[in-house]
T-cell receptor
Framework: EAQVTQNPRYLITVTGKKLTVTCSQN?????MSWYRQDPGLGLRQIYY???????DKGDVPEGYKVSRKEKRNFPLILESPSPNQTSLYFC???????????FGPGTRLTVT | ELKVEQNPLFLSMQEGKNYTIYCNYS?????LYWYRQDPGKSLESLFV?????AVKQEGRLMASLDTKARLSTLHITAAVHDLSATYFC????????????FGKGTSLLVTP
């Protein structure tokens, strides 16, 4: 089954404790992105990747890091999480322009 | 900067009624996407519109795209409760790794 997976699905952590949210897709897509969704603000892009070892900042990259060492994986790293990073996070992948974007199930992160 | 505006943001309608959700965007694009999101769930692709005049229909939903007016509509015919969800339009202008730029969503509630 074609899918984007994320782990963990739910995470409660404390300020400053480094964490990683994993994302994997099995569709051989080149393009991958991370979004955060907040009430009233919609979905905002954090980082994106156009291929292995090619990543760039989206609209709200502060406080986040990513890496793309393999085509299928695109982890999101929060080196020192803060409460304002409490949000619902989605990983997405896409074959290319003119194709729909597939979303993972989401990770609900709470930073206390 | 691309702006994607949806209206209305909130919509309560009775079963059996018709209504239209509007999506305006500020930069030329011929690639527009509609997604559905149920509470606590991920985003599900509904329609992919890739040219001026494109029209797609699935059940009680019909989407259209007018690239000259930079406008897409999502028309709901004879609404039923199962259509209650949040609907997002998203525009692709080829930037940021071909990630989609989302509107803030229209929260639809269909009541008996």
């Amino acid at each position: 089954e074609a899918q984007v997976t994320q782990n963990p699905r739910y995470l409660i952590t404390v300020t400053g404790k480094k964490l990683t949210v994993t994302c994997s897709q099995n569709m051989n897509h080149e393009y991958m992105s991370w979004y955060r969704q907040d009430p009233g603000l919609g979905l905002r892009q954090i980082y994106y990747s156009m291929n292995v070892e090619v990543t760039d900042k989206g609209d709200v990259p502060e406080g986040y890091k990513v890496s793309r060492k393999e085509k299928r994986n695109f982890p999101l790293i929060l080196e020192s999480p803060s409460p304002n990073q409490t949000s619902l996070y989605f990983c997405a992948s896409r074959k290319g322009e003119y194709y729909e974007q597939y979303f993972g199930p989401g990770t609900r992160l709470t930073v206390t | 900067e691309l702006k994607v505006e949806q209206n209305p943001l909130f919509l309560s309608m009775q079963e059996g009624k018709n209504y239209t959700i509007y999506c305006n965007y500020s930069t030329t694009s011929d690639r527009l996407y509609w997604y559905r999101q149920d509470p606590g769930k991920s985003l599900e692709s509904l329609f992919v519109l890739l040219s001026n005049g494109a029209v797609k229909q699935e059940g009680r939903l019909m989407a259209s795209l007018d690239t000259k007016a930079r406008l897409s509509t999502l028309h709901i015919t004879a609404a039923v409760h199962d259509l209650s969800a949040t609907y997002f339009c998203a525009v692709d202008i080829g930037n940021s790794g071909y990630a989609l730029n989302f509107g803030k969503g229209t929260s639809l509630l269909v009541t008996p």
